[in-house]
């Protein structure tokens, strides 16, 4: 039998936990924890970003100057692919499935969710097509409305005016003429 290492304490006292020790293990605990959660957020970006390539032909088509749609892979506690402001892909929960959703003012709507690539891209085809469509129509200035009958034509208050003056005057010199007469 060997002899415990007594460093100065009783044989008979319990040998003191060293904090050191618990510490380490409590790291190496933690490290194994981390890189499992690392490995899966790896995983899910890296699926991810394989839906991004995947929709590099459909993105190739959309005209230069519709710049509605920024798409990107965001790195946060969950990646998402972006597609524009309001909609992007997740992975689900068992990290296999892709969540296509869109944020609405009403809650976040689930538009397609599968296994497979194909499936979210066409999905991804379809809102695209109809978000550009909304924008011509949001483009569109419908014309006035033409009215049926012309207004009627302004008549100008200028030669009236003049008409009354001469009026006017005329009818000053007629008293003026007049009084001239009866007094003489």
Partial sequence: MSEPETSGIHPSQPRPVRLRDALLRARIEAADRTGVVVDLRDA????????HDSLDP????VPEQIDLFDRGIS????PRLWID?????????DKRMYRFVQDTRFGR???????DTSVIVEAVTDYVARRMIEREHAMVVPP????DVAPPRRRSRFWPFVLGFVLGAAALFGVAVLA????W
């Avoid at 790195?75 to 969950?78: E, V």
């Avoid at 309001?86 to 689900?92: D, E, F, K, N, Q």
């Avoid at 001239?180 to 007094?183: N, Y």
Wanted: charged fraction near 20%; glycine fraction near 4%.
């Fill in 85 to 93: 402001v309001v909609a992007h892909i997740l992975m689900g929960r």
């Fill in 58 to 61: 459909l993105f190739a088509q």
């Fill in 144 to 147: 006035e409305p033409k009215p």
């Fill in 44 to 51: 899910e970006v890296a699926r991810l970003e394989i839906l």
């Fill in 180 to 183: 001239a007469l009866r007094s």
């Fill in 75 to 78: 790195q946060g506690d969950t």
């Fill in 109 to 115: 709507i689930v538009l397609a969710e599968s296994h």
